[in-house]
């Protein structure tokens, strides 16, 4: 979860926005989005974290798709994935 929130924190930035502009525009706490920037999941009702992954993304207009696929994948680590990831290649539907 916390390369998750190195994402978003990092997009955040290229975009030159602050936590208190992303709360505003979100209307989550800036406590939260820290939270999930941090890695700090655990501190966010388990209910909460994929919508405000979701939102969050859709504000920086981002893949949420690949977000909410790198969620999943850290929740069910057994479960295969969507996606093939090749080393220093491209990233490919699984058949």
């Given amino acids: 979860m916390q390369e998750i ?3 978003l924190r990092e997009k955040r930035i290229e975009r030159g926005l602050e936590i208190s502009d992303v709360a505003i ?10 939270a999930i920037e941090d890695g700090r999941f655990q501190t966010i009702p388990m209910a ?5 992954v979701k939102i969050y993304a859709n504000l ?3 893949d ?3 977000l ?7 929740l069910n ?3 295969p994935s969507a996606l093939i990831v090749v080393p220093n ?5 699984r058949a």
């Fill in 89 to 93: 290649g491209p990233t490919l539907p």
């Fill in 25 to 34: 525009k979100t209307r989550i706490r800036d406590y939260y989005l820290r």
């Fill in 48 to 52: 909460y974290y994929k919508g405000y």
């Fill in 64 to 66: 949420i798709h690949l």
């Fill in 77 to 79: 680590p057994q479960q």
């Fill in 68 to 74: 909410l696929t790198m969620y999943e994948q850290k």
């Fill in 60 to 62: 920086l207009n981002m």
């Fill in 5 to 7: 929130g190195r994402i």
